[in-house]
């Protein structure tokens, strides 16, 4: 195989590669903030290389795929400008990661979008395509944040291995990863189910049934001879956001979006898990 041929299969594959990767929400997170422009320009230097060495192939036509070329990488240039993103990657205590794809525009309101891929090594990343966010702050109301500070990215908090929490300008929003291992990262409609299972069994006083949400162990405590029963709340991470102690109950509060821990040793509620679609736009 000749040397024209071999250049041609590579880059039959890594089209392949791309186009397959990409209909699996997977991608090359180095490549996501240039978009095509990349593939495209290897694409145009080796047929301008190929068509220009080729004694079989006419001149005219070497230039005609050159200003095709040229002219699909001038709009991806363009649409890059109109459309860029940022991109952060924020790291767990353990290999898993976040990488955070985010603009904002204004007109005459300001809007800010977020997109979340998952990621261990910051090579390959997943889109998590049903966690993006997307905010509307009207003018008036807009204290004239970036879109880090919009969705309170410096201040983000791990919540176990799986679940980040961003203190956003519209309250609390949290991103879920996924993990065939852990049952804290199943679907938000799956991780509810368990939780209203768990409350019911609260409410039966069944004396150690456990649960694991956003990577809290949740134990149910019931002393026969008092009649009394509680939640034991623990984790890993003894000074995350609910520290290890006991709670009373789980309830559901709509208003907040989320399911409560109340009664708390160190104080009386806090946010556990969103209730469905309670933290999305």
């Known amino acids: 195989m000749t040397k024209t041929k071999?250049?041609?299969?590579?880059?039959?594959?890594?089209?392949?590669?791309?186009?397959?990767?990409?209909?699996?929400?997977?991608?090359?997170?180095?490549?996501?903030?240039?978009?095509?422009?990349?593939p495209l320009i290897i694409h145009v230097v080796v047929f301008t290389v190929i068509g220009f060495r080729s004694p079989r192939i006419p001149k005219w036509m070497t230039i005609t795929v050159?200003?095709?070329?040229?002219?699909?990488?001038?709009?991806?240039?363009?649409?890059?400008?109109?459309?860029?993103?940022?991109y952060k990657t924020i790291h767990s205590q353990s290999l898993q990661s976040l990488t955070i794809e985010y603009r904002d525009f204004t007109l005459g309101e300001t809007t800010y979008l977020y997109h979340f891929y998952q990621t261990k090594f910051g090579i390959i990343g997943k889109r998590l395509e049903d966690e993006s966010i997307r905010m509307v702050v009207q003018g008036v109301n807009n204290p004239g944040y970036d879109a880090e500070t919009a969705l309170g990215l410096e201040n983000a908090e791990w919540i176990g291995s799986h679940t980040v929490r961003f203190q956003t300008v519209e309250g609390t929003k949290e991103i879920h990863l996924s993990s065939?291992?852990?049952?804290?990262?199943?679907?938000?409609?799956?991780?509810g189910s368990l939780i209203e299972d768990f409350m019911k069994k609260v409410d039966n006083k069944e004396d150690g049934e456990m649960i694991n949400v956003n990577g809290y162990e949740l134990v149910v405590r019931y002393d026969e001879p008092s009649g009394e029963s509680w939640i034991d709340v623990s984790s890993d991470y003894s000074d995350g956001v609910i520290p290890n102690q006991q709670c009373t109950r789980i309830v559901p509060n709509e208003e907040r979006g989320y399911y409560m821990l109340e009664e708390c040793t160190h104080r009386w509620e806090y946010e556990l898990y969103p209730l469905e679609n309670g933290n999305k736009e």
């Open 6 to 38: 071999w250049v041609l299969v590579f880059l039959a594959v890594m089209d392949f590669l791309l186009i397959t990767m990409a209909l699996m929400d997977y991608f090359f997170l180095f490549l996501k903030p240039t978009g095509i422009l990349i």
């Open 66 to 86: 050159i200003a095709i070329g040229v002219f699909f990488i001038f709009i991806s240039s363009v649409l890059l400008m109109f459309t860029h993103y940022s």
């Open 180 to 191: 065939s291992s852990d049952s804290s990262s199943t679907s938000p409609e799956v991780t």
